[in-house]
């Protein structure tokens, strides 16, 4: 059984830093592909980062140059350092995983997700 768990949200100032962290659980003999999602009050659930097994890391516009998505694969666990937040980052960030290559910006691309992180960012 494969558990997805993040950490690391919490209330900043916009203009901060935050990092988030995801850790994989159960099966951590695999390199999984790992992406970041996120939900804002009374909006669908969007993407954000993601990283393939191999290392190749994507990006959604509007975090591109902000945000980013390491790996540390001793750990079997990723990273998503939040820089130059801005109010409309605030959101539910989650972390989801696949085997494999996928594509990275699809829900349904990945069958294990985590519970969720709160991210608020005041003006």
């Known amino acids: 059984q494969v558990q997805v768990m993040e950490s690391g949200g919490g209330l900043v100032q916009a203009g901060d830093s935050l990092r988030l962290s995801c850790a994989v659980s159960?099966?951590?003999?695999?390199?999984?592909?790992m992406g970041w999602f996120r939900q804002a009050p009374g909006k669908d659930r969007e993407f954000v980062a993601a990283i393939w097994p191999a290392g190749k890391v994507f990006y959604a516009d509007s975090v591109k140059g902000r945000f980013i998505m390491s790996r540390d694969a001793a750990k079997a666990a990723v990273a998503l350092q939040m820089n130059v937040l801005k109010t409309e980052d605030t959101a539910v960030y989650y972390c989801a995983a696949a085997r494999g290559v996928i594509s990275p910006a699809l829900e349904s691309s990945y069958p294990y997700w985590g519970q969720g992180t709160h991210v608020t960012v005041s003006s």
């Open positions: 159960g099966r951590t003999s695999i390199t999984y592909a």
